[in-house]
């Protein structure tokens, strides 16, 4: 990986490191309104089918964070019309008609540097979703539901935030998803 890349993506875990941390502090805020004893708001929900419908959104939010980031992803790549070509590998024995033929991306340090903003871009969407599902954590339990029932929407925000970890491999996979063809950085 080149020098120009890692710095890319050293940004992008950079960015990762922060928003991962961020639901520590919504957290925070959970612990002083339950230390300063605030009352329950009184909502006409009953906390039961509050936390079905905060699940619920949280379940189409989470979706959403995996499903979008990924797709708008693939659209950009496709939208660099990445120079492709095949390789003719080692014939089997004596006919050359019999050597397999890959397609790989013909410079994929280029490939993956084109991809960098687009996939950056992407990463923040889904990062951004993932941590909505915190913030209906937050707001669950700042109405006054109790803690235990807040959690499940923290622990779903971290798994996915963890799930999204910048890795060039990300990046080459969404290319070599994109364009059909391998996208093997060279070491």
Known sequence: MSPSIAALLKTARILWFALFASPAFFIAVLA???SRQ???V???MSPQTQAVLYAALSVAIAT???VLPHRQLLMSIRRLNLRVEDQVGEQVGSFRESAPVRRVVADPEAAVRAAMPSFQSTFIVG???AEAVALFGLLFGYVGNPPLWCAPFFIVCWALMASKFPR???????IEAATGAECRLGS
């Open 168 to 174: 060039v491999t990300q990046i080459t996979g969404a």
């Open 127 to 129: 990062m951004a979703l």
């Open 32 to 34: 002083l309104q339950a």
């Open 42 to 44: 009184d909502f006409e």
């Open 38 to 40: 605030v009352q329950r």
């Open 64 to 66: 959403t964070s995996v």
